[in-house]
């Protein structure tokens, strides 16, 4: 069976436990997650074998970080042990009118200083249907957006579908090139997008026409006429209550027909990191599995609520347990 | 002062902490609990004696189960030590959208193996005013549906009062009879049951009568008719919002009357197992405690609705507090 | 810079892990507070240094509080070290509708049997902007109050601002005198007082006049005319859901004119103990920070209600945080 | 069968987890214990019915304590639920040259304030074949002395036999008399006693004779002398390492004999707290079950060598794990 | 690279804390492990690529299970999902002269319940140089013992290198055949064996020659006279000092002549579970990576020992690590 | 009270739990030190006042750590909030043959960027009477160096006595400037000098004359004779027997005269991280308290063997604690 393939940073996640603030802790809780990887780990869980590519330093700390999405069962076999630290990341998690906090600590790591030559992405997608990166890869450095870029055109070249999130966070940028350089030329390479309105404004200048009356169908329309290859836009929209309570949808636009779901209303949110991610793999799932974008919408949709209910970056959920969900079984009812 | 005697199978619960799911778990938590000597234990905190009759393997585990029934003040004297394992499951505590799952490891349990004749129900009974079973116990083993039905038995020779959760689970009968042979003649030694339509339609093919006013009542007319020793048939209606938000009301069928009470709501849930159980209990502490079947059935919803915020199996509150409740303090102010 | 100065017992609070009842639990959570002591910890969080004076014990239960709040930053200079015992309490947190519970055990502590002579408050306050004290202290013991009534009155010969939290507890006051004889002295002598209607009416027998429009006005235009010191009246208005869902409001009654927040909506709760000592210490902040009262006030209930999400008596946020809030950012947006 | 009663205070005892400091610690391991309730629960889990009498505060802090005396399966059908406090100290654990170090918070406890009336002792005895005491008992109050005394005189009136650690701790004598006034009354009502040399001479000023071959056998002939009630004397004999490295030795001068068992090695020491109530209790135990003073002693020396492996106050062993080490299994071979 | 192969059953290990008993235990440590998969995970840590074959319940407790080996990065591809439990067992972990303490629940296992039709071992060993196994999979059931049969026959086919841990357990052969039936046909098929002088007896009726010099050496000769396809017979030498305390030494009789290493001292132990599993592991890497029998010996001996410093069943080590004892450092110093 | 003041970086220690490994923690314990910092924490437990200067990112991970040393009574005014990150390390406890291991992940942090002028030296040891710094600290950066060189001419031209722990790392020279260059012009300030024959090998090419009586002595004649400020040579001589098991030593060489202490022996070792730290903290405390360099440096070597009982970087120990030690009191009794 072919795998989807995913490329980028996979980061020591450090928690306080439960709501508590960092100088109040004595243990830190210690998880594994990364953007592109999450969306591997959570295809596997669904039932979709994954393989993915990424760099770790050659310690004890990296291979506890590649021993964690091995442990997901990902094929890990393409990364490459090399380099001084592991990226890394502090997180207070929040509750009611209080947000979670993050405080990044990832500059100069192993898979910063990566070099593209050592990845022959030919033969890393020679087994690969699909290759999936988000917008914070090439944002790390140079070489990773290089790496990003041959990993793209190698895709194309092998016929395979790849998808992106664009995902643009300013902060990230801070080798010298921005991301309005760098990310056209990557997202042209791609059939799937997950792009919300204000991602097509930052990166591409994109704005919704005024009046427009549905702004993500706007933009959706404007982001394919400047970028042909793309097929499918897909997005989240969240009304969100407080850091506790959240409200999602899904929206897509596909082959000039809008698309949405109902809201999910998800009361306590367990855990927020890695909604997204969980929302583009269970839309990559559901292409594969599902005769209808309504189906396969409604069931990434589902998967990203349930992901909320789920501690750590990865939706460790199966097919069926989305299913129940997308079936309409919303209140958690006892499963014996 | 006399006992309310229990009898059925105690198992260990192992849950991962938290929401985590079982793969995420390096340790477990490990509490213990059964249907039926939840109801004695609740009973005890409560204020009433209790003992509970069943059988555990005589090594360190079924020792650490027992002993946790110990600790509540159960007089766990007519326990009988012999057999291999205990049964055991395990729980992952759902939030929000995503309910609970329990896998169960429980057959082969020493309870399942037990005989018949390890229990002399005469000298068990001897100080007994009550006598209390779950239909859990005889889809165990033929072996344990004997000793219900020689537990009962004895329990009208003596004169004693004798009431059941009919509770039935179809998965758990699997020793090649069906509850729908067994438990009528058990059910028609009992003064006082749970029963929901589901149920009585299950068990007994009661459906209520097409265009019936109140559901309730008319399958409770019907399993009156057909059991006529029963005197009260009670259970708790659920509108359950979601894993973490649950909302329930007490009905009871008396001497042809019935009876409800207003919705308590209980957001979060803090651990839904053994809420049938703490209704049950509260059920026969307020029929010895109160003159009206209005405030039994109130302190048993409001037991009830307390053991959602309680964690373990067993509730473990006072009948101060469940009258605390009952008085209509709802907002959980702090008590100093 | 100057400090504010607070005095008062600080105690180890000890509680069982998440909602668990005392015998439940084979741990419990340590942390350290007390009414007053958490006004300087917050205020020092804030921004604004503070020095806490109390007494302890001289063992290393003593100085595990002492350096409690020593980590805080709160200068502990002045605190005494002798006597026997620290005051301690357990905690059972409660949720939905299953209040929290207090079990005290504070008697004969070595706060309780200072003597008023070990304390020179002219040499304390020296360097100090404000002195503030809540209505615990002054019941505690004899000597107590005499080291409140001298704290007063050095302040007032300094000219330094005095705020109280009135807090009136009934079961606090064993020592033979009564609050209503105690606390009039010691009320005169602010400037800032907090003060609910319940706290007036038991501690000064004022009652809002009858069809007042507002009953808070009512009773701090009564309360100012009885103690002309006071020039500003403050409290919190609660509508409390349950014990995991509280809703707050600031008032204050300043220079004849009565001003209001809207309500803050905290759900869930993650800790409640320590809220009325974040919105004075709010307030203290608050008067030296901004220009108007609605300013102040709406920093302090923004502040008490972020302490609802902090775990332990203190609120561990910064001024930053709390203006996130007051600027209108209530969903808990996560904060990259 | 017959009970073993003991009777004495039950404390909380707190301890930072590990070999942590005081001030280290953001969770306190809680276990319950006292020097005679010690006694009557490890005689359960040897296999002999135990009762223990004493007094608890009516809160959730006294129903923890007793709770976990009944979950050992000792009857507290005796125990008072009266007064303010549960008596409590912090336990901090060492290593190596670091001594343990306990800081006791145990004044006015709820035991101390006992009244003598309120324990029938001749009821209380009705079951009974055998009294145990302990010196720390008489220490903590008059009213506990006399309730101490109370309790001998009966179980003498009844023929009970009548055991005491003498155990004496200076410090610990604050209410007014001395033990060397309270002590010899007591010990005269007594058939067993624990003893070492050092006790002798500080309760009895009992000195051993100069050049004694023995210096165990001088002391227990004199004590015989004064007190000829007494028919044996006990007392363990410690070649202490460290703090994780312990080595006893039991003895015992019976009927005109010294015996002596060889020494247990004990390194590492999980927990030395209750290594003398094991003592005692293995060698009650072993006065019943076997022929010779020589087993009887061993039995206690290896039942008192096993609690130092064991966590918290109570050796948690079988007669029969006892008999194994007793057989010279000491070096801890997996059982499976 | 070509795998090492292994097959049995992985079990879940259920251990309270620390040294804790099982009743005190309010959470259970999980790990998994299986005396056949630890020496594949081993290797894997070592180096060497490995794959398990095994049948789990297809639920979530069985995923667990896997998924703990996936993460150590041994192949699982080809384990069968099938069944309803997982066995387990208690392990209580003693200290100094108690003895850790095993409580099995592993009747009716996945493992034990499996088809040997469900493993085509031409395809499982397509890709292995190396089968191994222990005494334990024959002796859960006689489809195991079928299946093992099979796989030996299936290497042997193939001329893949044989191995076992002969580990006689008699408690284990319940199903109906006796292990000195079922064995010799076995280990009849092996190349390398790991057999102790007990083993050999009790299995095989071997006993070492009357005044042999050397007991390992005749029972060697003996095994190889009577399995002349076993190339070495290799074992452990333990001198137990106590549960904390342990020395062992490697034996090996190769081609005619005995080698034996020095005794590694462990003191403390932290967990000897799967120490002999550690043992083969490192002799196979041993064999494939040294000139000699004495350094494979060696390493194998070092590994074993740092075994017992590693929590849980799998020794977690590289072979730089192993390699680091070899070269003599063994007094634990600090690695910068 | 004049305080010693310490420069240095603090850093993050992550640990797993107990010895696990660090792909096997799902928390890690966090604590905070530097070998400077903990110098002075340590000295302000036993009761001298301290002050510590060094640089933190304005984060939460910076306040945190700052926090942790407020906590202990250091006096962090002096401390600069500026930068990107802390450094940090993950440390692997070993047992018995397996060392510890420690993963460095410092670089780029805030300290390493620091620069010289923002510490006004003369101000910040305007209370001081004594200097420490490590050769930890001019190893990060060259600023850090320049630091460092200011602070010790500063305390030269104010009167202030000066030591430091030489502490040769050559892995941490990493900025271009070799330790061979940088530390001799700061040595030569230095009144006390912490230094090892190895030590003083690789950074000043000293080595002991051949046939030297005492190598400590003939390094340490050398090591003035070029250092003509150094009074006071000290270091502890390690018989390390295992990771577990530690046997100590002080040895001085003051005023021409060589002193020693008898070892102290500490098994189990429960942290040995900040060993040498204790050390120098003891025997800066000693210098002012005692008349004799044998008392000093057996105070130090005492509070250097206490400290390998105590978790964490820094010694926790009274004054008091240290002279039981003093005292010959080695068996670790227990303490009431």
């Known amino acids: 069976m072919k795998q989807v393939v995913t490329f980028g940073e996979i980061m020591m996640r450090l928690s306080p436990p439960l709501n508590y603030r960092l100088p109040q802790a004595s243990t830190l809780?210690?998880?594994?997650?990364?953007?592109?990887?999450?969306?591997?780990?959570?295809?596997v869980h669904l039932g979709m074998p994954a393989a993915h590519v990424g760099c770790f330093p050659d310690n004890a700390v990296g291979q506890a970080a590649a021993q964690?999405?091995?442990?997901?069962?990902?094929?890990m076999q393409h990364c490459v042990f090399r380099g001084e630290r592991l990226g890394l990341y502090f997180l207070e998690v929040g509750a009611s009118l209080r947000g979670s906090r993050i405080v990044y600590d990832r500059y100069n790591s192993a898979f910063a200083n990566l070099q593209p030559e050592w990845f022959n992405w030919d033969e890393i997608l020679e087994?690969?249907?699909?290759?999936?990166?988000?917008?914070?890869?090439?944002?790390?450095?140079?070489?990773?957006?290089?790496?990003t870029r041959d990993a793209i055109r190698a895709a194309r070249r092998l016929g395979i579908t790849v998808s992106a999130d664009v995902n643009y966070r300013r902060n990230l940028w801070q080798y010298g090139q921005q991301?309005?350089?760098?990310?056209?030329?990557?997202?042209a390479g791609c059939d799937v997008v997950v792009c919300t309105e204000g991602d097509a404004?930052?990166?591409?200048?994109?704005k919704p026409e005024v009046g427009?009356?549905?702004?993500?169908?706007?933009?959706?329309?404007?982001?394919?006429?400047?970028?042909?290859?793309?097929?499918?836009?897909?997005?989240?929209?969240?009304?969100?209550?407080?850091?506790?309570?959240?409200r999602?949808?899904?929206?897509?636009?596909?082959?000039?027909?809008?698309?949405?779901?109902?809201?999910?209303?998800i009361n306590p949110v367990v855990d927020r990191i890695g909604g997204g991610d969980s929302f583009i793999s269970g839309y990559i799932y559901g292409q594969q599995h599902y005769a209808t974008t309504d189906e396969a919408l409604t069931f990434a949709t589902a998967a990203s609520a349930l992901k909320?209910?789920?501690?750590?970056?990865?939706?460790?959920?199966?097919?069926?347990?989305?299913?129940?969900?997308?079936?309409?079984?919303?209140?958690?009812?006892?499963?014996?």
Do not use: C
């Open 29 to 43: 809780e210690v998880t594994y997650g990364g953007g592109d990887a999450n969306v591997g780990a959570a295809l």
């Open 127 to 147: 087994n690969a249907h699909w290759l999936h990166w988000t917008g914070i890869t090439p944002a790390i450095s140079a070489a990773a957006a290089q790496a």
């Open 248 to 265: 999602i949808r899904g929206m897509a636009y596909v082959d000039g027909t809008y698309h949405q779901t109902s809201y999910f209303d």
């Open 201 to 206: 404004d930052d990166l591409f200048g994109i």
């Open 179 to 187: 991301a309005q350089d760098v990310m056209p030329e990557l997202v």
């Open 308 to 336: 909320h209910t789920i501690h750590g970056d990865v939706n460790l959920v199966t097919a069926a347990e989305v299913e129940h969900i997308m079936a309409g079984n919303l209140t958690g009812r006892l499963l014996r």
């Open 68 to 75: 964690a999405f091995r442990a997901h069962g990902v094929d």
């Open 212 to 246: 427009a009356e549905n702004s993500f169908v706007s933009m959706s329309e404007q982001l394919i006429a400047q970028f042909p290859q793309i097929k499918q836009v897909i997005a989240t929209r969240r009304k969100t209550r407080s850091a506790s309570h959240e």
